[in-house]
């Protein structure tokens, strides 16, 4: 009976350990940095790779579940036809946890402007103004992106 109320005393009294907030969020805030470099670096492999396996992506009315292939082809063929001027938060980012840190949204308010140029090498600039709710997953340590939700202007 002793060797009871002890195992219960320990297991009972032992509180798991809270996630590190701020950590996971100055995390969030990186891997938002990446993005931006990697839309000006044109890095189409690690846009996809960024991704959950399960990954969903609203856009335009649609609800998709695209493989890594599809999303590095469809990152390529864009990178291909623009340039960026801009690709910059509006407001900082808003980011929420669930409860264990194992998932997270976060919220984006953005300017993009693209350079882009028509058969005749006429240069145009496009800027639109998104809103975006990006759902993280944290996966055997990692952050990566499950799915987004986009809207703009």
Not at 12 to 23: A, N, Q
Request: proline residues 4%; charged residues 30%.
């Amino acid at each position: 009976m002793k060797k009871i109320i002890l195992l219960v005393l320990i297991y009972g009294c032992h509180s798991p350990t809270k996630p590190d907030l701020e950590k996971e969020k100055q995390e969030l805030i990186k891997l938002d940095e990446q993005a931006r470099e990697n839309h000006f670096s044109k890095n189409a492999k690690a846009m996809a790779e960024g991704f959950s396996p399960d990954f969903i992506s609203i856009n335009r009315g649609s609800v998709s579940k695209p493989t890594t292939d599809e999303s590095f082809q469809r990152f390529d063929n864009y990178f291909k036809r623009v340039e960026f001027v801009k690709w910059d938060n509006n407001k900082p980012p808003i980011i929420r946890f669930s409860d264990d840190a194992s998932i997270a949204y976060v919220t984006v308010d953005k300017t993009v402007i693209l350079k882009t140029h028509d058969q005749n090498q006429h240069e145009t600039l496009d800027t639109t103004y998104f809103a975006w709710l990006s759902v993280f997953k944290k996966i055997n340590g990692k952050w990566v992106l499950d799915c987004i939700s986009s809207t703009n202007k």
